[in-house]
């Protein structure tokens, strides 16, 4: 069964710092890859996605992900933190092989310092 | 399209009460997710739809859980009786299934059994 390891469950990072959340993944075969972004009392938002091709994907906000097959993993990553980027952000693997099922990590929440 | 819809926003019932939580999902998509968010567990998968038939309901914790997708419109997810390790928020998404699209989401309900 497929599975998403977040392994930070907080991290700060100081405005205006670069930023690397971490992902990795267990599946048989190459997955669907999602990061979403969560805020306060709100929905999942998606920031990115990857399906297959170019394994270094944008994203809305700044955003980007990179899929290394090797490592299994797909990390977030930003050049300049926003203190708008406080939230909590999910990495999500969907298989896809009979059927769609989207399975998320146990997020990272993200803060930042002034 | 208004968006993956969600009733009630807030839910407080006491402890041996029925709870009957809504979903709207958007217009065109196949496929329907229940998800639970709480700080112990994160987000986890408890049901989902693919043409309004049930695919996976493994992660319905137990019997008191019940999901049912009577059109592709609606769906609705049932606790009866309810808990109070049941609150939690209740998120649904709605995705079209294919390779290429992700998981839309409401939301959520906030359920408070006291």
């Known amino acids: 069964a497929q599975s998403v390891t977040q392994p930070d469950i907080h991290i700060t990072v100081s405005e205006g710092a670069s930023l690397e959340l971490r992902c990795n993944y267990s599946?048989?075969?190459?997955?669907?890859l999602f990061w979403y972004v969560q805020s306060p009392g709100q929905g999942l938002q998606l920031l990115l996605k990857y399906f297959s091709g170019d394994t270094l994907v944008q994203g809305i906000k700044g955003f980007e992900a990179e899929f290394k097959r090797s490592q299994s993993s797909f990390n977030l990553r930003k050049p300049s933190v926003h203190w708008s980027d406080a939230a909590e952000y999910f990495c999500a693997v969907d298989s896809y092989s009979s059927a769609s099922k989207i399975i998320f990590g146990s997020g990272t929440r993200l803060s930042i310092r002034p | 399209d208004a968006g993956v819809i969600q009733s009630p926003r807030h839910e407080v019932t006491e402890m041996g009460q029925e709870v009957t939580l809504r979903c709207k999902p958007i217009s065109g998509h196949d496929y329907l997710f229940w998800y639970r968010q709480t700080m112990m567990r994160g987000l986890e998968l408890l049901i989902y739809?693919?043409?309004?038939?049930?695919?996976?309901d493994s992660g319905m914790p137990e019997d008191r859980f019940s999901a049912k997708m009577p059109n592709a419109s609606f769906s609705t997810l049932k606790i009866q009786p309810s808990e109070p390790r049941d609150s939690a928020v209740y998120f649904c998404?709605?995705?079209?299934?294919?390779?290429?699209?992700?998981?839309?989401f409401g939301q959520g309900t906030r359920l408070t059994v006291v």
């Open positions: 599946y048989g075969a190459t997955p669907y």
């Open positions: 739809f693919n043409n309004n038939v049930p695919i996976d």
């Open positions: 998404a709605s995705s079209q299934g294919q390779p290429n699209t992700e998981a839309f």
